[in-house]
């Protein structure tokens, strides 16, 4: 399949508002080949290259193994890999949801009566589901999340604050991304979506 391959080194925090030199924001392209699907993966691993992709790509196939086989492959390896045809704001941000943060007494409060972010349908207030089991955690649009790295293409550390304070504004107080403990919410990370910003959180 033709897709636009991305491979991403390393972000230093641009949360934290040091004056950070552009050239460490690294964006490697490795394929882009456009199509009207507008299709593409993500592909991120801590201190990786380019280069070192494709070697452990070109590994992972040589043994003849299907795509999501090679996708396994690759994340055994340590990278983190996503389809970006279903590049979903949280679910990028956390391979593992377990990076979340405990909320306030207010953000549970809050949290049963939001809305379910993937559907739009009221959330239930039902703590079990229909054969016993326990319900899924109420997602709320104040859930937090441990964010590291920010990224948007041809995008630097003024777009991202500007970006950020327009999200705030629309949003709340409440929403601004802690700087220190780099905690940021969930409605926060689909405002910044939507403005083609993506959010990513270490594995």
């Given at each position: 399949m ?134 899924a ?13 920010w990224?948007?293409?041809g ?20 929403h ?28």
């Amino acid at each position: 399949m033709l897709c636009e391959h991305l491979s991403y080194k390393e972000f230093d925090d641009v949360n934290k508002g040091e004056d950070i030199p552009m050239k460490k924001v690294l964006l490697v392209p490795l394929l882009a080949c456009l199509l009207l699907s507008a299709c593409g993966e993500f592909s991120y691993k801590r201190g990786a290259t380019a280069a070192d992709l494709e070697k452990s790509r070109d590994a992972c196939k040589a043994n003849g193994m299907s795509d999501a086989a090679v996708k396994k492959c690759l994340e055994d390896q340590g990278w983190f890999v996503h389809d970006l045809s279903d590049m979903d704001p949280v679910a990028v941000l956390m391979p593992n949801e377990d990076n979340r943060s405990s909320g306030s007494q207010g953000d549970v409060a809050a949290a049963a009566a939001a809305t379910m972010v993937e559907s739009g349908t009221p959330a239930s207030t039902a703590s079990t589901t229909p054969d016993g089991a326990p319900a899924a955690p109420v997602k709320s649009m104040t859930d937090k999340f441990k964010v590291t790295s920010w990224w948007k293409r041809g995008a630097g550390r003024t777009e991202l604050a500007d970006a950020t304070n327009q999200c705030v504004a629309e949003l709340g107080e409440e929403h601004r991304p802690d700087p220190v403990t780099q905690y940021t919410t969930r409605g926060l990370l689909i405002c910044m979506r939507k403005s083609g910003w993506y959010g990513l959180a270490s594995k």
